[in-house]
C-alpha cells in the first residue's frame, strides 16, 4: 500500500507536521518577529528581548536534556498531551503585562516544550515507517516548522493591528489552540514504549562514536551560526535598515518559507546526492545566507538570506535526524537525537545570550552575523571530515 492511501498514515503525518508547527514554528521562532513590536511598545528593552530570547533557547535545551527521562517516568500520551496543553496555557499567559520576569518565564516554558516535542515527535512519526519512507515523512514534519514561522511571521502584523502587542499575543495563542485539538488524537493514542525498549543501549564502534563526535560539534557550531538570524533578523532590518514594523516581521516569513521547502527538498536531495552530500550543500547554502546579510546590508539581500537561512535552518535537521538514524538504528534514534539537540540548545543559548549582553556595549547586528558566517564555516569543516571516518565502516551505512 502507497504511504499516502492509508488514512491513519494520511493523519500521522498531519499530525507531526502540527506537532512542529506548534512547538518550533509557533513557540519558538514566533518570537522574533514580535521583538520589534514588544521593543516599540515599551515592553522590553533590546537587550531584554535577547535575554528573553536566550530564555527561549535555554528552555529548548532543557527540553532536549530531560524529554528522554519524562518519557520513561510518564506515560507517552500523557506526556505528550500535558506539553500541549502547556504550550497552549504558556502562550495565553503572555498576554498578561507583568513585566520582563513574568515574559521571560513564559518563554522558556515554551522553548523547553518545542525541546522535548523535538526529541520525542520523530520517534513517534516515524518509529512505525519502512526505511524508504522515512525521508519523505520527515520533509513533510520538519516543514511543519517553517510553515507556522511564515504564518506567525505573517499575521503578527494583522494580529497587532488589532489590538497592539495584546493582540498578537492572543492571536498566537488562538493558534496554538486550533493545533493543541489537531494534534489531540495522535497525542492521545501515542503508544508508549516498554521498560525493555526505553532501557536498550547500543554500544558504537571507535569508528561511529568519532563519526558522532564530529557530527556533534558541527551541528553545535551550526546552532551558534544561525543564533543571528533566529533572533535578531527582524529587529535588524527595522533598525539597521529603517523598515517599517510590519516589514521586518513580514520578512521573517521567508524564513519560514524557506524552511518549509528546505524540510521538503533535503528529501529530495537525500535521495539524489546521499546523506553526506546533501548535508554539505545545504552547509553552503547557509554559509551563502550568512554573507548576504553581513556584507551586502540591503533589503533584496535581506530577503535573500532570509529564505536561505531558513532552508539551511530546517534542511540540516532533517538530514542530520536521517544522519542519526542510519547511524545508531531508529531504535535508537531518540537517545543519540537527544544529544545533538541538547548541544545545539545549549550553544544556541550561550550565543543569544552572549550577543545580547553584547548590546549593553553597542555590539552591531552585523557584527554578529559575521561572527555566525565563522561558525557555520567551522560547521562546514566539520562535516568534510565525516568521509574519511564513514568509508572506514564495513557494516554501517551512514551515507
Not at 543564533?227 to 519560514?256: C, I, K, Q, V
Not at 559575521?370 to 567551522?378: D, Q, R, Y
Request: proline letters at 3%; aromatic letters at 14%.
Amino acid at each position: 500500500m502507497s504511504l499516502f492511501q492509508s488514512k491513519t498514515n494520511v493523519y500521522n503525518i498531519f499530525a507531526g507536521f502540527c506537532l512542529f508547527l506548534l512547538a518550533l514554528g509557533i513557540n519558538r521562532f514566533a518570537y522574533t518577529p514580535v521583538i520589534p513590536f514588544l521593543i516599540n511598545e515599551h515592553w522590553l528593552t533590546n537587550a531584554q528581548a535577547g535575554y528573553i530570547g536566550s530564555a527561549n533557547f535555554l528552555g529548548y535545551f532543557l527540553g532536549a536534556l530531560i524529554a528522554p527521562r519524562l518519557n520513561i517516568r510518564f506515560n507517552t500520551s500523557n506526556l505528550m498531551l500535558g506539553l500541549t496543553v502547556l504550550s497552549l496555557i504558556a502562550a495565553t499567559l503572555c498576554i498578561v503585562k507583568l513585566g520582563f520576569w513574568w515574559l521571560t518565564t513564559w518563554r522558556l516554558i515554551l522553548g523547553f516544550n518545542g525541546g522535548a516535542i523535538m526529541i520525542l515527535a520523530p520517534s513517534l512519526i516515524l518509529s512505525h515507517l519502512p526505511d524508504n519512507h522515512k525521508a519523505i515523512v520527515s520533509g513533510f514534519i520538519f516543514a511543519g516548522i517553517g510553515t507556522g514561522t511564515a504564518v506567525s511571521s505573517i499575521s503578527i502584523p494583522y494580529f497587532y493591528s488589532q489590538n497592539n502587542v495584546f493582540g498578537i499575543w492572543a492571536g498566537l495563542a488562538g493558534i496554538t489552540l486550533i493545533l493543541v485539538l489537531l494534534t489531540w488524537a495522535k497525542c492521545r493514542h501515542a503508544t508508549s514504549q516498554t521498560p525493555i525498549q526505553q532501557r536498550q543501549s547500543i554500544q558504537l564502534s571507535a569508528v561511529q562514536r568519532k563519526t558522532f563526535a564530529i557530527a556533534l560539534i558541527g551541528y553545535g557550531l551550526y546552532g551558534i551560526g544561525l543564533t543571528p538570524s533566529l533572533l535578531f533578523l527582524s529587529d535588524y532590518a527595522h533598525r539597521s535598515l529603517h523598515m517599517s514594523l510590519h516589514t521586518s516581521s513580514e520578512l521573517f516569513a521567508l524564513l519560514g518559507l524557506g524552511a518549509a521547502v528546505g524540510a521538503i527538498l533535503a528529501g529530495i536531495l537525500h535521495h539524489k546526492f546521499g546523506n553526506y552530500w546533501a548535508i554539505i550543500i545545504t552547509a553552503l547554502i547557509g554559509i551563502i545566507s550568512l554573507i548576504f546579510i553581513a556584507w551586502f546590508p540591503s533589503l533584496l539581500f535581506v530577503a535573500i538570506s532570509a529564505f536561505l537561512s531558513g532552508f539551511y535552518l530546517i534542511a540540516l535537521v532533517t538530514l542530520m535526524s536521517l544522519f542519526i538514524g542510519h547511524l545508531v538504528s531508529m531504535q535508537h534514534h531518540a537517545k543519540y537525537w537527544s544529544y545533538m539537540t541538547l548541544l545545539y540548545g545549549g550553544s544556541q543559548f550561550i550565543a543569544s545570550y552572549a550577543f545580547s549582553y553584547g548590546l549593553n556595549f553597542n555590539l552591531s547586528y552585523n557584527t554578529m552575523f559575521k561572527i555566525g558566517t565563522l561558525a557555520l564555516i567551522l560547521s562546514l569543516l566539520c562535516y568534510l571530515c565525516l568521509p574519511k571516518i564513514i568509508n572506514k565502516q564495513n557494516n554501517h551505512r551512514t551515507t
